[in-house]
């Protein structure tokens, strides 16, 4: 799956938070396995951002660097860009119908990797009660 960066990233935390709860053992297994697709490239990721700061933006600050604020802005300019990398990643799209709950922000950030069930996919509309007043 071609998929950006800065997709995979953002979906390492909220797959960490999948993967505490308890699912069927193969949809289990899919989400260990995209959790180590994405880190192997969060590490690649990491490497890459880590030499940008101490070789490029940074300066030394006794056994840390810091990118002093009148950089910050290239190197923002230039992590979006790393960030905007496509990558070819082998995830395994994941079964809406079986997580049973997850936050706004994590869907968000997951909703890529996710298939839809065909019955989700068109909700039942329940039309309401009409009542009369004072009925």
């Not at 993967?19 to 193969?26: C, D, N, R, S």
């Not at 009148?70 to 079986?98: P, S, W």
């Not at 936050?103 to 997951?110: C, N, R, V, Y």
């Amino acid at each position: 799956m071609k998929l950006r960066l800065e997709q995979l990233i953002g979906a390492r935390e909220p797959l960490k938070r999948l993967a505490l709860e308890k699912y069927p053992a193969h949809i289990a297994y899919r989400i260990q396995r995209n959790l180590r697709t994405i880190e192997a490239e969060a590490r690649i990721y990491e490497t890459a951002r880590a030499d940008l700061i101490k070789n490029k933006y940074g300066e030394k600050n006794d056994d840390t660097y810091r990118v002093p604020p009148e950089k910050v802005a290239e190197f923002a300019a230039e992590l979006q860009l790393l960030l905007a990398e496509e990558v070819e990643a082998d995830i395994t799209r994941l079964d809406l119908g079986v997580i049973h709950e997850i936050t706004p922000m994590d869907m968000m950030a997951l909703e890529w990797m996710f298939e839809v069930p065909a019955q989700a996919e068109k909700p039942a509309v329940v039309p309401r009660a009409r009542t009369r007043r004072g009925q």
